[in-house]
Nanobody, 121 residues
Framework: QVQLVESGGGLVQTGGSLRLSCAAS????????MAWFRQAPGKEREFVAT????????VYADSVKGRFTISRDNAKNTVYLQMNSLKPEDTAVYYC??????????????WGQGTQVTVSS
């Protein structure tokens, strides 16, 4: 079993920045892609960003492109999400996921418990 633990969420003003971290532990499977999703109250979980094992390929949702950056440190089994120029509409619970081609929740084999991000206007 793989455990994913997110951290780094919090309350920030519009235009501010946060850096989320997701640490993986337990039985790891071979070279997982990693991703971030988010879910706002009353809405479905949506894709934010994904990164391949090597870090050589990343994909972003249009809503965060140019503002968020996903990265990973395989030596630390950790993936990051740097979020800049935050907007109130970025407010959500952010979830880390691991799997293959994780651009949709169906492709996620493992999930973290989530971390709350709140952007005040």
């Amino acid at each position: 079993q793989v455990q994913l633990v997110e951290s780094g969420g919090g309350l920030v003003q519009t235009g501010g920045s946060l850096r989320l971290s997701c640490a993986a532990s337990g039985r790891t499977f071979s070279r997982p892609d990693m991703a971030w999703f988010r879910q706002a109250p009353g809405k479905e979980r949506e894709f934010v960003a994904t990164i391949t094992w090597s870090g050589g390929s990343t994909v972003y949702a249009d809503s965060v492109k140019g503002r968020f950056t996903i990265s990973r440190d395989n030596a630390k089994n950790t993936v990051y999400l740097q979020m800049n120029s935050l907007k109130p509409e970025d407010t959500a619970v952010y979830y880390c996921a691991a799997g293959r081609m994780v651009v949709t929740p169906i492709n996620a084999a493992y999930w973290g418990q989530g971390t709350q991000v709140t952007v005040s206007s």
